[in-house]
């Protein structure tokens, strides 16, 4: 399989005219790349444009957010039938900045059935808090985050992205042996699902992860600049 590296970028750029550019930006070095399957996910405004762009390009594109239901009268929510009209093929539920809002393992059950009903992958976001970290609460956490948001869901076709809330954003990211004996844990309980790591990732860090296992990863700020075309093409180089 290839190796995944999904971007998230949140509520970036402010222009329509920068988000080509960066799409632009990506998918030149995206032509290259043998061994790695790219994602990208922009705000939904900017779905329509980077759809168009994203044809003959070996960029995929998906979603930060869907609505459970289809259609109907639920202002303001995006409905998978939609993002699936825009040829969008993957869909990060469960983030921690959404979880953060009020988002509920309940809530990210119903969402990741439906995106499942109309074909799109899930990117299962999970992640244990700092204080959760600290009273040795990890694998209990996203042992309960998994089993709640995959409940009635039998054999997904979804990944899941290990992203600890404490090293996101925040320049701290998870030291890759610790973040191997999740990854360990989580490979034993869901032998199935690619598992990316997500969380302060940058040029530095990104071919670590990879060397402790994980199949991909889910990148935030630094999926907004240059050093992201570097983290593909240094992944893309691994062996194996
Ligand atoms: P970060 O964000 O790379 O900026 O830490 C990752 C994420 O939230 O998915």
Known sequence: ?????????????????????????????????????????????????????????????????????????????????????????????????????????????????????????????????EKEKKEGKTFEVLETQCTLALNGIFQPNLMLAYEPVWAIGTQNPCPPEIAKKVLEFLKKKFPHPPILYGGSVNVKNAISYFNVGFDGLLVGGASLSFEFGEILKMVDKIKK
């Open 1 to 129: 399989m290839k190796k995944v590296i999904v971007a998230n970028w949140k509520m970036n750029p402010l222009s329509q005219k920068q988000a080509k550019d960066l799409f632009n930006f990506t998918k030149k070095v995206a032509k290259n790349l043998k061994n790695v399957q790219v994602v990208i996910c922009p705000p939904f405004l900017y779905l329509p444009l980077l759809s168009k762009l994203a044809k003959n390009s070996k960029i995929k594109l998906g979603a930060q957010n869907c609505f459970w239901e289809e259609k109907g009268a639920f202002t303001g929510e995006i409905s998978p039938a939609m993002l699936k009209d825009l040829k969008v093929k993957y869909v990060i539920l469960g983030h921690s900045e959404r979880r953060k809002l009020g988002e509920t393992d309940e809530m990210i059950n119903k969402k990741l059935k439906t995106a499942l009903q109309f074909k799109l992958t899930p990117i299962l976001c999970i992640g244990e808090k």
